[in-house]
């Protein structure tokens, strides 16, 4: 197969994980609105007196969201496949510019999420991530895709297999820790007004969000120190030293620092709850700065991995 069939196939690959993936969004939206049970009369809202209420049986839609969670599966592993074939296109990793970062950032992100949703119950974000992965690879196709073609000698280098693959898996583990993070502050904004409503009472208690976004965080800051160290040991083949201050050296620095200071906390001085996810969404926040704005606005010598 040519080079040129492997690309076109690649981007079929990638419509159709677009395809199924709004598939699965479609299964989780469908799982919680027809959860709802009309009122019956033995069911009673103590917040507002004898008044009849709806309430929630995610029972009654078991199937919807088996079919979502397969669809998810599915639309994983078509992405991976065109993210293989576009490699296999240019004869390299698709690791070159903007685009393929997307592609696969999106595939490690719904990657998260399905070897997370093998311990936990986490099919609750089935719809959170179904259409963040849509909107990632809606603006990869329309506003980034860039005709497959070879590397820029400063990417060719082992190196890039695996300084970059190290920091694509820890970014989609910290952005599944943050929906987590954002999933607890919404809850408790909701519990500091009263109890949750109904469609809430299905999500885990504040704690069991507390502590999976910290496991998350403390199961891949290891990698992602180990990407931070090999992208120095890179910058010192390729540019003869280990450290230049360059906007995206610089901001995956921050990154560290920031989830080191969400580690410490909570380890140390003991932080919980709120104070410690909005520390978590803080270091997240660094990690999409460098990602999106340095990658595609910032000067430096990694802006070769922009537009």
């Known amino acids: 197969m040519t080079h ?5 196939l690649s981007n079929n690959f990638i ?6 993936y709004t598939l699965a969004f479609f299964a ?3 799982e919680t609105a027809f959860a709802v049970r009309a009122p019956q009369s033995d069911v009673v809202d103590p ?9 929630f049986d995610f029972k009654r839609t078991e199937r919807a969201a088996r079919i979502a969670t ?44 399905l070897f997370a949703l093998r311990k936990y119950d986490l099919r609750w974000l089935g719809l959170l991530v179904s ?10 196709v329309a506003v980034l895709y860039r005709p497959s073609a070879p590397l820029v000698p400063a990417l060719k280098s082992t190196w890039l297999v695996i300084h970059v693959s190290a920091a694509i898996i820890s970014g989609g583990v910290f952005l599944l820790s943050n929906v987590i993070a954002a999933a607890y502050l919404y809850l408790d904004s909701m519990e500091q007004k009263g109890a ?24 891949v800051f290891p990698l992602w120190t180990f990407s931070v160290i090999a992208g120095a040991i890179w910058a010192e083949h390729a540019w003869g030293k280990y450290w230049g201050w360059d906007p995206k050296e610089t901001w995956a620095f921050i990154t560290w620092v920031a989830y080191a200071a969400y580690l410490h906390a909570r380890v140390t001085v003991g932080w919980r709850g709120r104070k410690a996810a909005w ?16 990658n595609i606005w910032g000067t430096g010598k990694h802006t070769y991995s922009g537009l």
């Open 196 to 219: 949750r409503n109904r469609w809430a009472q299905r999500l885990p208690s504040l704690e069991v969000l507390d502590q999976l976004s910290y496991r998350l965080v403390a199961f």
């Open 131 to 140: 259409i963040s992965v849509l909107l990632t690879l809606g603006t990869a």
């Open 4 to 8: 040129t069939s492997l690309a076109y």
């Open 70 to 113: 397969a669809f998810m599966i599915l639309g994983f592993l078509l992405l991976f496949a065109g993210a293989v074939a576009r490699g296999l296109s240019a004869g390299r990793v698709p690791w070159g510019n903007m685009y393929e970062f997307s592609i696969t950032g999106a595939l490690a992100f719904s990657g998260a999420y």
């Open 279 to 294: 520390l978590c969404l803080l270091a997240g926040s660094t990690f999409l700065f460098n990602y999106v704005y340095i």
């Open 47 to 55: 917040a507002h007196g004898n008044l009849l209420v709806k309430t």
């Open 28 to 30: 989780h939206a469908y």
């Open 15 to 20: 419509y159709s994980a677009m395809a199924v």
